[in-house]
């Protein structure tokens, strides 16, 4: 992990744990029973502004199961980490197999329950996240 990323994070608190994971995005850091940080690798504060806003959102709805939810940005000489509350639980497949069996029947029910919880969400600032990059949002 970038020691960078150490050295802010303990700054604000925080004692840095094992790396959950890595993708295109960025790196997950453990911070805690309840937080995780995300190292961000093209993501600034200006575009990590919304997540705040949408996970306030998430949060207000009824969605009958815990989401992840930003909970404070933190940004220092192009290094944007997002704390967040962690979420426990497992996928039910590993990203990346190649030529990855169907959905078990399991599966696809535990999917569609996952959807039907997300559509009792409320609007508001659901909005504030693109659905597709470079989407331009409405004026607020």
């Keep these: 992990m970038d020691e960078r990323a150490v050295e802010l994070l303990r700054r604000h608190g925080w004692r840095p744990g094992d790396v959950l994971g890595a993708g295109m995005e960025g790196t997950v850091v453990d911070l805690s029973a309840d937080e995780v940080a995300k190292i961000w690798h093209d993501r600034d504060a200006v575009e990590s502004e919304p997540l705040l806003r949408f996970g306030a959102a998430v949060e207000r709805s009824p969605i009958p199961f815990r989401c992840s939810r930003t909970l404070e940005i933190l940004d220092e000489d192009n290094l944007t980490m997002t704390i967040e509350r962690k979420v426990s639980g497992s996928p039910l497949r590993l ?9 078990t029947a399991d599966e696809a029910r535990l999917m569609g329950d996952a959807l039907a919880g997300l559509s009792t969400a409320r609007a508001g600032d659901l909005d504030a996240l693109p659905i597709l990059p470079g989407e331009v949002q409405p004026m607020r």
């Design 95 to 103: 990203d990346a197999v190649p030529d990855a069996p169907l959905a």
